[in-house]
């Protein structure tokens, strides 16, 4: 499969400046080469300075942007997104409604640019120790970056206690749909899981016989 050149989905009402975006096309470049070496070699015998050498950039270069082998899995451009999805719903939702309407559109785009690298990214996160054990801490600083906004927009505390247990049965609830799709070779439709685990917890969670 020819590779093709990574996109950044545009996030409305919010441009991103052209420093920015080369930024970002750079940490895509150097996560494009990690990932064909992670393939080809495996995650433990890829080395920084192979990375670097194969995005033809030098590792003090490499480590600007990434500051651990375990940063380039962990890592991604889709906080933004997520944000912009609560920074534009109508207020007077709550959290899991802002998102569950907001975000399977942005999931989809995602995909539609990203779901290659998305599924690379899980299979090494279920197959590398070191990976998941980092992942919890990284998707709880995600979350609480989307509490806090949730907050900011609609007048809360950061500290509300509703909020953060919605965030947290939300982090929780999206990433075992994303651990489910990996573990199924990543051949589902990855949306609709999610829409599915959002669904358990719009409706409340019930005994199931």
């Known amino acids: 499969m020819t590779a093709k050149e990574p996109s950044?989905?545009?996030?409305?009402?919010?441009?991103?400046?052209l420093r920015e975006r080369k930024k970002i096309k750079t940490r895509q470049a150097i996560r494009r080469e990690a990932y064909r070496l992670f393939r080809e070699h495996g995650y433990d015998a890829t080395t920084v300075d192979r990375i670097a050498e194969a995005a033809e950039i030098s590792p003090s270069t490499f480590f600007r942007y990434f500051p651990t082998k375990e940063d380039i899995v962990l890592t991604d451009e889709y906080d933004p997104i997520l944000v912009e999805v609560i920074r534009t719903a109508p207020?007077?939702?709550s959290l899991l409604r802002v998102l569950r309407t907001g975000l399977l559109d942005a999931l989809r785009e995602i995909i539609r640019v990203d779901g290659e690298e998305m599924a690379t990214r899980m299979t090494l996160v279920l197959s590398v120790p070191a990976l998941r054990r980092r992942t919890y801490e990284q998707q709880m600083q995600s979350w609480s970056l989307i509490a806090e906004t949730f907050a900011a927009r609609n007048g809360r505390s950061t500290d509300d206690l509703e909020l953060r247990v919605a965030a947290a049965a939300i982090n929780a609830a999206m990433s075992e749909a994303i651990m489910a799709w990996a573990r199924r070779d990543c051949a589902e439709d990855l949306v609709e899981l999610v829409d599915r685990a959002?669904?358990?917890?719009?409706?409340g969670l019930r005994d199931r016989p």
């Open 8 to 17: 950044i989905p545009d996030l409305p009402g919010s441009p991103v400046g």
């Open 91 to 93: 207020k007077g939702l």
């Open 198 to 203: 959002l669904g358990l917890l719009e409706t």
